[in-house]
């Protein structure tokens, strides 16, 4: 579980995340939702400690991150993914290259045994002969894909996802949203995922945390979320006319 | 203000850099490959200016010596000494400075604005240790040598000038070369050299890993990397002489 507590995050003058408190459980597929600009990956990089924060608490199972030193903060990283909202493959780097790297920095695994192990995780996404392409000879939904498959090659028990969809056709999309799920389930994660995609939210969404102008406006579950009357959010979850018939 | 705000972030990505790197053997393979993509890959670029530089030495050296009283060996000691002291240390540390300093500017600011180096950051490697150090060491291992052949290179160019042109008999041009050599002249350009590779990979390095915004930025900072570059090898080539000849 991840719990965070009054986190505020500003960039000069600019107030971009606002006492924002939750937490996030294991083995679920939590939902940070909220509109293009409102803050989810301020908020997930602020939690994985890319941004400092400058006020409020992060706990990972009761470890306080916030406080750690720097080494201490590195032996959580080995435990955490991340699949950036870009994929952030390295290109100079085969797909093999890319899902093998974490393994060769911080194992001590002999290569075939790193190869098996690329493949179950290549396996696992749905990617297999692709081992030898580079990053831009590929698609980006398998981008996106090997990206996660670099994400879980160390087992981790913390799974980040910043826009894991977008960009993507619907079935490609529901296809990665299921597969984030499935992944939770069977490893047990702690998977938290920044978007903006209805679809999603209503496919996977055990938890969901709204997030509108920095600030924590909604928390729920997927059945929830259409009998909100709060404001914001309606107008955010019935933005589109197929949410809208959907409603009534 | 804002060369002193540069200055302290230089050295503390520089005191990042030098902080203990996690496994010694992937730096390694990382070494290989830079000094492959950094020495290798410049020996053409190295090779070609070189032999021209040796040669508009000699020539331009025997055109302007035609005093009777001055002996034409003098014009081989003069390409000799030229490039030794010059021009394969500082000439060829300006060209190396716009070719691998663009290079490595663009290609870490391009992984700073795709997240590569978050995604580093993330799985907990020192991203700039990682991707900065080999390029320094393996500059620096492989420059001297790329200076020591320029120097071959470049008198070998003359001695060709001489041989076609006729601007200076070549057996006069070879006694030249022999004529009071001084060996300190040859260890005070690969001094200079180390300097320069250094600078060459750590400037360039600085800019690309401070990177922001879109691929225009990128853009600038690797122009800037070769300005800020080429600017420091000239300041320390006058430093340096001074220490070392003076
Ligand atoms: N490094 C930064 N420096 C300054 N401001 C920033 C920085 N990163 C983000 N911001 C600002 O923080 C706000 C929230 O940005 P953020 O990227 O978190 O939005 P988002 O919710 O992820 O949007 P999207 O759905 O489009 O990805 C924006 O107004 C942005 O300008
Ligand atoms: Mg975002």
């Known amino acids: 579980m991840i719990e965070i507590r009054d986190i505020s995050k500003s960039f000069g003058n600019t107030h971009v995340l606002k006492n924002i408190s939750t937490f996030f459980e294991r083995g679920k597929t939590n939902l940070i939702i909220g509109q293009s600009g409102s803050g989810k990956t301020v908020l997930l990089k602020s939690i994985i400690g890319l941004h400092k924060i400058d006020e409020g608490e992060i706990f990972y199972d009761d470890k306080e991150f916030s406080k750690m030193q720097d080494k201490d903060k590195k032996e959580i990283r080995k435990e955490l993914g991340m699949v950036f909202q870009g994929g952030a493959l390295f290109d100079s780097s085969t797909v093999q290259e890319n899902v093998m790297f974490p393994l060769d920095m911080f194992t001590e695994m002999s290569y075939n045994e790193k190869l098996e192990r690329v493949n179950f995780c290549l396996n696992k996404v749905n990617l297999e002969n692709a081992n030898n392409l580079y990053p831009a000879e590929i698609s980006g939904g398998m981008q996106k894909r090997v990206a996660i498959a670099r994400a879980i090659s160390l087992n981790p028990k913390y799974l980040f996802c910043d826009e894991p969809n977008s960009g993507l056709d619907p079935i490609t999309a529901i296809v990665i949203d299921n597969l984030i799920r499935e992944l939770t389930l069977e490893f047990n994660m702690t998977t938290v995922i920044n978007t903006h995609d209805m679809n999603s939210v209503m496919e996977i969404g055990d938890k969901i945390t709204f997030i509108h102008e920095g600030q924590k406006w909604w928390e729920g579950n997927k059945s929830e979320i259409l009998k909100t009357e709060n404001h914001e959010l309606n107008s955010f979850v019935f933005a589109s006319e197929l949410m809208r018939n959907f409603k009534t | ?246």
Do not use: W
């Open chain 2, 1 to 246: 203000m804002k060369i002193i705000f540069h200055t302290g972030r230089y050295f503390l990505l520089l005191a990042k850099v030098f902080s203990r790197p996690e496994k010694g053997k992937i730096y390694f393979k990382l070494i290989l490959r830079e000094i492959e993509n950094l020495g290798i890959n410049s020996l053409g670029i190295v090779i070609i200016i070189s032999v021209f530089m040796g040669a508009v030495i000699t020539l331009q050296t025997a055109y302007n010596l035609e005093n009777p009283l001055i002996p034409s060996y003098l014009i081989g000691l003069t390409a000799r000494d030229s490039m030794i002291l010059e021009f394969s240390s500082t000439i060829v540390g300006l060209i190396l400075a716009g070719k691998v300093g663009s290079n490595i500017a663009s290609e870490i600011g391009t992984m700073r604005i795709t997240e590569q180096i978050d995604a580093l950051e993330i799985m907990g490697v020192n991203s700039a240790s990682y991707l900065v150090l080999p390029k320094i060491i393996a500059a620096v291992f492989i420059n001297p040598f790329l200076t020591i052949i320029s120097i071959f290179v470049g008198i070998f160019g003359g001695y060709i000038a001489a041989l076609t042109t006729g601007a200076v008999a070549p057996s006069a041009y070879i006694y030249g070369l022999h004529y009071v050599f001084i060996p300190f002249y040859i260890t005070y350009s690969l001094i200079k050299v180390v300097f320069f590779a250094f600078i060459i990979t750590s400037v360039p390095a600085y800019h690309g890993y401070y990177s922001s915004g879109g691929a225009l930025e990128v853009g600038r900072s690797s122009t800037m990397a070769v300005v800020y570059s080429s600017i420091l090898i000239l300041l320390f080539n006058v430093i340096l002489t001074q220490l070392l000849l003076t």
